[in-house]
C-alpha cells in the first residue's frame, strides 16, 4: 500500500514537472497573466499539451483541451491552480468539466481573487479529483515575479554579467568577454523576462540592440527600460533606430526638451525623476515599472550600475557567465570589482557552453 502512494506521487511530480516545462515557453511574454503549463494523461501516457499564449490569452487548460481528443477520464496536470471566473475567456474550469476529466492536479493556489481557492469547490461539485500542492516548493520558486505582484507589489529584478577568469568585465581588444554559446543563452534567457533593464552609458559604449537574436524567440524580445540620468543617450543609438518596433521607456532627471521631443519622435517614452540618487529613489523606479505592467525584470548593464544594485539589495538572482581565460593586460574595469567578488559563485547551471560556465546565484 505505501509502494502504491509513493509511485502515485511519483507519477504526479513526473507529469507535472512536464507542464512546468510547458509553462517555460513563453514565461516572461503572457502579459498579466501567468503563464501556465498543461498536460493532459490518459493510461499513463500524455495525450495533449499547452501553455498559456503570448500576451496572456488563451490560457494553458483551453489550449491543451480545445483538441478533437477523448479527454474522458483523463488527468490533467497544471502549474497553477486553473481559473474559475469568466473574463475575456471562459473560465477553465468550464472546459475542464465539459472535456469530463477525472482528476486535476495542480501545483499552487492562484492569488487572483477572482479565482483564489475556487476551482476545488467547483470541480469536487462535479466529483472531479483535485489534488493540490504537486512540486510546491518548485511551484512558489517559479512563481517568484507572479506572487510579488500580489504580495509586496513589486516586479522580480535579476541580472546577468560576463567575467573573465580574473574578473574583469571589460575587454580591450574585443566587445565579449565569453564565447558565443554564451552569448547565445543570454538571448535566450533575454526571452524569459518582460523588460530589460539597461544604462545609457552601457548602451552607448556597446552601441546594443537588446533584443533576441535566436531564429523564433525575435516576438520575445522584451521592452527595454533606460537608466538615464542627463539624457547622454546617442541619438544615432541602434536601439533608438528600433524604437518604434518595441516599446522604450527612458527615466531622465534632465531637463533638456530639445532631446527629450527627439526621443518622443522617436517613439521613446520618456519619464522626469526627481532625483536618482538613493535606494528610495529607485524604489520609485520600480514600482512604476509594476504600475507599467513589467513583472519580470532583467538588468544588463555595466559592473557600477549592477553594484550599485546589489548592494542595496535590489537583485533576486544573479546570473554570471564567466570564461575560462585570463585577460590580465587586456581586462579593465569601470570600477572596483571587489564586491563582485565577494559574491561565491555556486550552483552550476547545466548548461554546455564549451569551456564557459554559467551561474546562478541566488541573492535572496
Given at each position: 500500500?505505501?509502494?502504491?502512494?509513493?509511485?502515485?506521487?511519483?507519477?504526479?511530480?513526473?507529469?507535472?514537472?512536464?507542464?512546468?516545462?510547458?509553462?517555460?515557453?513563453?514565461?516572461?511574454?503572457?502579459?498579466?497573466?501567468?503563464?501556465?503549463?498543461?498536460?493532459?494523461?490518459?493510461?499513463?501516457?500524455?495525450?495533449?499539451?499547452?501553455?498559456?499564449?503570448?500576451?496572456?490569452?488563451?490560457?494553458?487548460?483551453?489550449?491543451?483541451?480545445?483538441?478533437?481528443?477523448?479527454?474522458?477520464?483523463?488527468?490533467?496536470?497544471?502549474?497553477?491552480?486553473?481559473?474559475?471566473?469568466?473574463?475575456?475567456?471562459?473560465?477553465?474550469?468550464?472546459?475542464?468539466?465539459?472535456?469530463?476529466?477525472?482528476?486535476?492536479?495542480?501545483?499552487?493556489?492562484?492569488?487572483?481573487?477572482?479565482?483564489?481557492?475556487?476551482?476545488?469547490?467547483?470541480?469536487?461539485?462535479?466529483?472531479?479529483?483535485?489534488?493540490?500542492?504537486?512540486?510546491?516548493?518548485?511551484?512558489?520558486?517559479?512563481?517568484?515575479?507572479?506572487?510579488?505582484?500580489?504580495?509586496?507589489?513589486?516586479?522580480?529584478?535579476?541580472?546577468?554579467?560576463?567575467?573573465?577568469?580574473?574578473?574583469?568585465?571589460?575587454?580591450?581588444?574585443?566587445?565579449?568577454?565569453?564565447?558565443?554559446?554564451?552569448?547565445?543563452?543570454?538571448?535566450?534567457?533575454?526571452?524569459?523576462?518582460?523588460?530589460?533593464?539597461?544604462?545609457?552609458?552601457?548602451?552607448?559604449?556597446?552601441?546594443?540592440?537588446?533584443?533576441?537574436?535566436?531564429?523564433?524567440?525575435?516576438?520575445?524580445?522584451?521592452?527595454?527600460?533606460?537608466?538615464?540620468?542627463?539624457?547622454?543617450?546617442?541619438?544615432?543609438?541602434?536601439?533608438?533606430?528600433?524604437?518604434?518596433?518595441?516599446?522604450?521607456?527612458?527615466?531622465?532627471?534632465?531637463?533638456?526638451?530639445?532631446?527629450?521631443?527627439?526621443?518622443?519622435?522617436?517613439?521613446?517614452?520618456?519619464?522626469?525623476?526627481?532625483?536618482?540618487?538613493?535606494?528610495?529613489?529607485?524604489?520609485?523606479?520600480?514600482?512604476?515599472?509594476?504600475?507599467?505592467?513589467?513583472?519580470?525584470?532583467?538588468?544588463?548593464?555595466?559592473?557600477?550600475?549592477?553594484t550599485y544594485l546589489l548592494k542595496n539589495n535590489f537583485i533576486d538572482s544573479l546570473y554570471?557567465?564567466?570564461?575560462?581565460?585570463?585577460?590580465?593586460?587586456?581586462?579593465?574595469?569601470?570600477?572596483?570589482?571587489?564586491?563582485?567578488?565577494?559574491?561565491?559563485?555556486?550552483?552550476?547551471?547545466?548548461?554546455?557552453?564549451?569551456?564557459?560556465?554559467?551561474?546562478?546565484?541566488?541573492?535572496?
Open positions: 500500500m505505501a509502494s502504491q502512494k509513493k509511485l502515485f506521487n511519483q507519477t504526479c511530480r513526473n507529469f507535472t514537472k512536464l507542464a512546468f516545462e510547458q509553462a517555460k515557453i513563453y514565461i516572461g511574454s503572457t502579459g498579466k497573466n501567468p503563464s501556465v503549463g498543461c498536460i493532459a494523461v490518459k493510461k499513463n501516457s500524455v495525450i495533449s499539451s499547452g501553455n498559456t499564449s503570448m500576451n496572456g490569452r488563451p490560457h494553458a487548460e483551453f489550449n491543451c483541451l480545445n483538441k478533437n481528443i477523448n479527454f474522458a477520464g483523463a488527468d490533467l496536470y497544471i502549474t497553477l491552480e486553473p481559473c474559475s471566473h469568466k473574463g475575456l475567456t471562459p473560465a477553465c474550469t468550464n472546459i475542464i468539466i465539459k472535456k469530463k476529466i477525472k482528476r486535476v492536479f495542480f501545483s499552487l493556489f492562484d492569488l487572483d481573487k477572482r479565482s483564489s481557492y475556487k476551482s476545488l469547490k467547483i470541480l469536487n461539485k462535479k466529483k472531479i479529483f483535485v489534488k493540490t500542492g504537486v512540486l510546491n516548493k518548485y511551484g512558489n520558486l517559479f512563481y517568484k515575479s507572479y506572487l510579488l505582484k500580489y504580495t509586496k507589489k513589486i516586479p522580480l529584478v535579476d541580472a546577468k554579467i560576463a567575467i573573465s577568469k580574473d574578473y574583469f568585465t571589460k575587454n580591450k581588444k574585443s566587445k565579449y568577454i565569453t564565447n558565443e554559446h554564451s552569448i547565445q543563452r543570454g538571448h535566450l534567457l533575454r526571452s524569459k523576462y518582460d523588460c530589460i533593464l539597461a544604462t545609457s552609458k552601457s548602451i552607448n559604449e556597446d552601441n546594443s540592440i537588446l533584443n533576441c537574436r535566436i531564429k523564433g524567440l525575435e516576438n520575445q524580445s522584451p521592452s527595454i527600460v533606460i537608466i538615464d540620468r542627463n539624457l547622454n543617450i546617442k541619438k544615432k543609438s541602434k536601439i533608438l533606430a528600433h524604437a518604434k518596433q518595441k516599446k522604450i521607456y527612458l527615466f531622465t532627471t534632465s531637463s533638456n526638451k530639445e532631446k527629450e521631443f527627439f526621443l518622443k519622435n522617436k517613439g521613446v517614452k520618456v519619464y522626469k525623476i526627481k532625483s536618482m540618487r538613493t535606494k528610495v529613489d529607485f524604489n520609485k523606479i520600480f514600482e512604476i515599472l509594476y504600475m507599467l505592467g513589467f513583472y519580470r525584470v532583467f538588468v544588463e548593464a555595466g559592473l557600477t550600475f549592477l554570471t557567465f564567466k570564461s575560462s581565460f585570463s585577460l590580465k593586460k587586456k581586462g579593465y574595469n569601470f570600477t572596483d570589482n571587489s564586491f563582485l567578488k565577494k559574491i561565491k559563485l555556486k550552483n552550476k547551471i547545466k548548461v554546455n557552453l564549451y569551456e564557459d560556465i554559467l551561474y546562478k546565484n541566488k541573492l535572496k
